[in-house]
Structures are given as structure tokens and as C-alpha cells.
């Protein structure tokens, strides 16, 4: 069955920097885009990040945009998010996301918290 697993998450003063990874399994990583996605408490969930199957094109949220870094690795199934210049309002649970259009389902990993103060 399909499994997104997110690591790194934690605490980190402003300023500071965190790489977030998600491990992918039991469907054709390769083929699909993924994004990240977070939310933080009393939020709309939102998109941070996303790249296509081959990582030939990315893009990101406005809020993000020259601060955090989208990758992956098809050989390791595994995408990454390198967040820098952290900020308080980048705190908040943060998702590995790929979208299945056969069946019309999202799928999700369990999500990693991020926590972004002093």
C-alpha cells in the first residue's frame, strides 16, 4: 500500500534552517508530482511546494519563494524540502502529498511538525 513518511521536523529559532524528507513507497514514485503541503492551527491547509515526476519544474507558494528548495530523488523515492530563513509563521504541520487522477484521490503522509521560535 502507498506510504508517505515525513522526517526532520523540530524546533528552530528564526532564522534557522530545516530539511524536511519524505520517503515514498508502494506506488510509482516516479511518475508523479509531489508537493508539500502545511497547516498550521486554525488555518487553511496550503500548498509550500511542488515538483514534477522527472523534477524538471518546480514552484512555490509566494510566502516561501526564495527560502525554500524542492528536490528529489526518484533513485531513493524520496522528495525533500530545504526550508532556510525560517520564520514564525512558517510553524505548522507540514505534508507530503501526491495526487492519483484514476481514482480521484490525494494521498497523504502522516505529517511532520515544524516549529518555528525562540
Known amino acids: 500500500q502507498v506510504q508517505l513518511v515525513e522526517s526532520g521536523g523540530g524546533l528552530v529559532q528564526p532564522g534557522g534552517s530545516l530539511r524536511l524528507s519524505c520517503l515514498a513507497s508502494?506506488?510509482?514514485?516516479?511518475?508523479?508530482?509531489m508537493t508539500w503541503y502545511r497547516q498550521a492551527p486554525g488555518k487553511e491547509r496550503e500548498l509550500v511546494a511542488s515538483?514534477?515526476?522527472?523534477?524538471?519544474?518546480?514552484n512555490y507558494a509566494d510566502s516561501v519563494k526564495g527560502r525554500f528548495i524542492i528536490s528529489r530523488d526518484n533513485a531513493k523515492n524520496t522528495v525533500t524540502l530545504q526550508m532556510n530563513s525560517l520564520k514564525p509563521e512558517d510553524t505548522a504541520v507540514y505534508y507530503c502529498?501526491?495526487?492519483?487522477?484514476?481514482?480521484?484521490?490525494?494521498?497523504w503522509g502522516q505529517g511532520t511538525q515544524v516549529t518555528v521560535s525562540l
Open positions: 502529498n501526491f495526487y492519483r487522477r484514476i481514482v480521484a484521490r490525494n494521498y
Open positions: 508502494g506506488f510509482a514514485f516516479s511518475t508523479y508530482t
Open positions: 515538483i514534477t515526476s522527472t523534477g524538471g519544474s518546480t
